[in-house]
C-alpha cells in the first residue's frame, strides 16, 4: 500500500498489507479486551473519551497537515475536521449515559424495561474524503457504548488510520479496544466472517457498500451503511438567491466536491433561473486551483487522478447528450494532475450522468424547473436519497416540500451537514442504518426486553 500526496506526486509512506495471521490476531486481542472494556462504567469511558478530544487539538496542526498531505484536502478544511472529532467525542463522552439509559415500559409485568448492551467488537470500512471524521462519528458512539472498533481505512491514508489508532493509545485507551488493520478489500470479506467480529459498518461507494452488505447478511452481522449521495439543492422563486448561491455553491465545493452530502444538482425554479445562474458562476469563479497547504487556495487537488478522469467522463457524457458547458470541464494539460476545474453545466436532463451518478468532483448541474411539484418530482428521481436543501423564505412552504422529499436530512436555508446532535443517514442506494444522535449509538447495540413478574 502506498500513500502519494495528490497535490505534489511525492511517495510519503508505503505499507505492507497485514497477513491473514496477522488481522486474525488483532481481531483476538480486540475480542478480549471487549470483555473488559463491556464492563467498565460510563465515567470511565468519559474521561477517556474526553482524554482522546484533548489529544485531537493538541495535535491539531500536524494531524490537519497529514490529511493534506495524504489526500490532498485544503489545510482549512482539514483543521475544522479535527475540531469536529474532538467535538463528537465530548458530546458522546456527556451524553452516552442518558443515551443508554435503562427505558422503563409499563407492561403486565412487575417491572419491564429496555436496556442497551454492547455487541462487541465491530468493523468499520472507512473512506479517505474524510480521513479522521468518518472513524471518529462511528468510533466515539462505539465505544462509549461498550464495544471495541477494528478500523479498514482506505488505503491512501494509512498514516490516518494509524494516527487515529495512537490517538486513542495516547488518551489512555486499554490496549486493543481500538485497532487499525492494515488490509485491502480482499480480506474485509474474512474479517466479517470472523465469529468474533460482531457487526460492520461503511461509508463508500454503491459498490463497496453491496460487497459488504452481502458479506454481512451471509454471516448474519449486523450492518450500518453510509453510500453515495447526488443531493439536491432546490432554489424556490422566492429565495434570497445571493445566499443560495454562496452558501450552495461551498457546499458542493468542499473537499473539492469529495463528499458525500455535497449539493450537485442545483434544481432552480424558471423565475430566477437567470439571475441564479449569473450568481453561481460569479461563485464559482472564486475557486481556483492551487497548494492545499496554502491558506488562501479555494480549490485543492482530487484524491487520485483516475478520480479526476472519472469525473470528466462524466461531464464529457452529459456534453454529447445535449448538456452545455458554462464555465470549467476541461482536463488540465499535465496529465499526472490530480486537479479538475469547477464546472458548471446546464442543459441538464435526468438522463445524463452528471444527474443521475454521483458526481465526486466540484461539478455543479444546473436543472431548471416550472414549479414547486416539478422541482420535488426532479429531487426524487434518483437512485440516491442522502441530503438535500431547499431555499425559501417561506416557512410553511420549505416544511411542506421537505417531507416530501425522499433523503435522510433536509436542510432549509443552509448548508447540509453532519452534526452529533443529529441522525445521519440515507435512504434507496444512499444505505441505511444511521449514525449520530441517540438513534447512532444505539446501532451496535443489543436492545435487550427485560421483564420481571
Not at 457504548?145 to 481505512?153: D, F, P, S, V
Not at 433561473?273 to 453561481?280: D, M, P
Not at 437512485?383 to 412552504?397: H, P, S, V, Y
Not at 446532535?421 to 444512499?430: A, D, I, M, T, Y
Request: charge should be neutral.
Amino acid at each position: 500500500m502506498r500513500s502519494i500526496n495528490p497535490y505534489n506526486k511525492q511517495l510519503i509512506a508505503e505499507y505492507t498489507e497485514f497477513t491473514a495471521d496477522e488481522t486474525k490476531a488483532v481481531i483476538d486481542a480486540g475480542f478480549k479486551a471487549w470483555n473488559n472494556w463491556k464492563s467498565t462504567g460510563f465515567d470511565y469511558r468519559a474521561q477517556l473519551m474526553h482524554r482522546a478530544a484533548g489529544v485531537l487539538r493538541e495535535k491539531k496542526a500536524s494531524l490537519a497537515k497529514l490529511i493534506c498531505n495524504e489526500m490532498g484536502k485544503r489545510i482549512a478544511e482539514a483543521e475544522a475536521e479535527i475540531e469536529k472529532c474532538a467535538w463528537v467525542c465530548d458530546y458522546y463522552a456527556e451524553k452516552a449515559p442518558a443515551m443508554l439509559a435503562d427505558e422503563p415500559i409499563a407492561t403486565d409485568g412487575l417491572k419491564s424495561m429496555a436496556i442497551f448492551q454492547p455487541i462487541g467488537p465491530v468493523l468499520a470500512v472507512m473512506p479517505w474524503n474524510y480521513p479522521f471524521w468518518q472513524v471518529f462519528r462511528f468510533a466515539a458512539p462505539a465505544l462509549m457504548a461498550g464495544n471495541t472498533g477494528l478500523l479498514k481505512h482506505a488505503s491512501n491514508v494509512q498514516g490516518c488510520a494509524l494516527a487515529i489508532e495512537n490517538i486513542f493509545t495516547e488518551a489512555g485507551f486499554p490496549e486493543n479496544v481500538f485497532r487499525s488493520l492494515i488490509i485491502g478489500s480482499s480480506q474485509v470479506e474474512a474479517v466479517i466472517a470472523n465469529p468474533k467480529v460482531k457487526a460492520v459498518t461503511l461509508t463508500g461507494s454503491e459498490y463497496a457498500g453491496s460487497k459488504v452488505a452481502a458479506a454481512a447478511g451471509k454471516h448474519l452481522k449486523k450492518a450500518v451503511l453510509e453510500l453515495g449521495g447526488s443531493d439536491p439543492c432546490i432554489v424556490l422563486d422566492d429565495a434570497n438567491l445571493d445566499e443560495a448561491a454562496q452558501i450552495g455553491i461551498q457546499s458542493r465545493m468542499l473537499t473539492s466536491g469529495q463528499t458525500c452530502i455535497a449539493a450537485k444538482r442545483f434544481i432552480v425554479h424558471e423565475k430566477v433561473a437567470g439571475i441564479f445562474l449569473e450568481k453561481v458562476k460569479a461563485e464559482l469563479e472564486k475557486y481556483q486551483p492551487g497548494d492545499p497547504m496554502n491558506r488562501a487556495t479555494m480549490l485543492a487537488p482530487l484524491a487520485k487522478r483516475n478520480f479526476v478522469e472519472d469525473v470528466h467522463r462524466q461531464v464529457s457524457e452529459s456534453v454529447k447528450m445535449g448538456a452545455k458547458i458554462e464555465t470549467g470541464g476541461t482536463l488540465p494539460n499535465d496529465k499526472s494532475s490530480c486537479f479538475y476545474p469547477a464546472t458548471l453545466i446546464t442543459n441538464v436532463n435526468h438522463n445524463m450522468p452528471v444527474f443521475y451518478e454521483e458526481t465526486f468532483g466540484p461539478v455543479v448541474a444546473f436543472v431548471v424547473v416550472k414549479d414547486e411539484k416539478e422541482a420535488i418530482q426532479t429531487a426524487n428521481d434518483s437512485l440516491f436519497g442522502l441530503g438535500a436543501a431547499i431555499w425559501t423564505n417561506d416557512e410553511q412552504r420549505s416544511e411542506n416540500i421537505a417531507r416530501k422529499i425522499e433523503a435522510g436530512a433536509v436542510f432549509v436555508n443552509g448548508l447540509v451537514k453532519s452534526d452529533p446532535r443529529l441522525p445521519f443517514g440515507g435512504v434507496k442506494n444512499s444505505g441505511f442504518g444511521r449514525e449520530l444522535s441517540h438513534y447512532g449509538i444505539k446501532e451496535f447495540c443489543n436492545i435487550k426486553s427485560m421483564w420481571i413478574k
